[in-house]
């Protein structure tokens, strides 16, 4: 147990039982601890015996203050925020969005949003969904449709969200009945996968065809179980590129493309200006693999003759 003591305005006295005395000091709202005239760079807490924290963290952030009856490490669940919002989401964008649709054991189309989405690997193509499980009481908390008709049918289909299609998106982004159909409740158009029972959105320019892999059950620590995550894997086997998308070079046309991706709060942003950086040092042929293309008879010469040299 470290015991806090309060000396000053901007001076206090860490003594750690057994061996060792530490003074905490503060300069410009960072605080570092001093230990026989070296500086520990640490994050530090500590709790007394009423109960009492004292939050000392480095950059800032938090710079101090207590909270009457806690005890154990302090965490973002269990410490007030010393911002008006939490930042956690805002500070991770713009995230892409999963529109992912899905279909369950009894023939119904489902479709939502999950800005928790990314790809995974490349070879194998994989991605990823991350989705948390809904509810907004602790006694009805339950798992997602998406989920249970994921693992119960063994595929889904992601679907790029245009700026075009962002009403419709946030249409199926509402919590419908399991029985529902969001397709429908969105006025949106069905196309058949080519190689997974699922529907795709016939209007979004770009889809991937997933089959299920695994999930990976992340426990929260909300009651009812409410931020417990269900972080779902799976492998792309079709994709689909809408023809006029795609530039004479075989590149997308982000500019015409314009999707969007989630910020914070209810923030979300439109991709639409790019720029070009390539790496220093890498070889022709690591580029054009990172292009997306199998390099060819001049990236191999090219990188002979850079070895050669």
Not at 127 to 151: C, F, L, S, Y
Request: aromatic fraction near 8%; hydrophobic fraction near 35%; charge should be neutral.
């Amino acid at each position: 147990m470290v015991v806090l003591t309060r000396l000053s305005k901007n001076k206090r006295t860490l003594t750690w039982p057994f061996l060792y005395e530490l003074q905490l000091l503060e300069n410009g709202g960072f605080w570092y601890l001093k230990y026989n005239r070296k500086r520990v760079k640490k994050p530090w807490s500590s709790a007394g015996a009423d109960g009492q924290r004292n939050i000392i963290r480095k950059g800032g952030l938090i710079r101090g203050g207590t909270t009457p009856g806690r005890t154990g490490e302090l965490t973002p669940q269990n410490e007030e925020c010393p911002m008006a919002l939490n930042p956690f989401k805002a500070c991770v964008a713009p995230r892409p969005i999963g529109w992912i649709s899905t279909v369950s054991r009894d023939g119904i189309d489902n479709l939502a949003p999950f800005s928790q989405f990314q790809n995974l690997s490349y070879d194998p193509p994989m991605v990823m969904i991350a989705i948390n499980q809904g509810g907004d009481e602790p006694d009805h908390v339950h798992r997602k449709d998406t989920v249970n008709n994921i693992e119960s049918t063994g595929c889904f289909v992601y679907n790029a969200v245009p700026y075009d299609l962002k009403e419709q998106m946030n249409i199926t982004a509402s919590g419908f009945a399991p029985e529902e159909d969001e397709f429908e409740k969105a006025g949106l158009h069905k196309a058949e996968s080519v190689r997974v029972a699922a529907k795709r959105v016939a209007e979004s320019p770009i889809q991937f065809e997933c089959e299920y892999m695994q999930t990976i059950r992340i426990p929260g620590t909300m009651a009812g179980g409410k931020g417990t995550v269900d972080l779902i894997i799976g492998k792309v086997v079709e994709i689909h590129v809408a023809d006029e998308i795609i530039l004479p070079n075989g590149k997308l046309d982000y500019r015409k493309l314009r999707l969007i991706g989630r910020a914070g709060y209810w923030d979300y942003g439109v991709m639409e200006d790019t720029f070009a950086m390539k790496v220093p040092g890498v070889s022709a042929a690591r580029m054009a693999a990172m292009e997306g293309r199998k390099p060819n008879e001049a990236d191999l010469e090219k990188d002979k003759k850079e070895n050669s040299l």
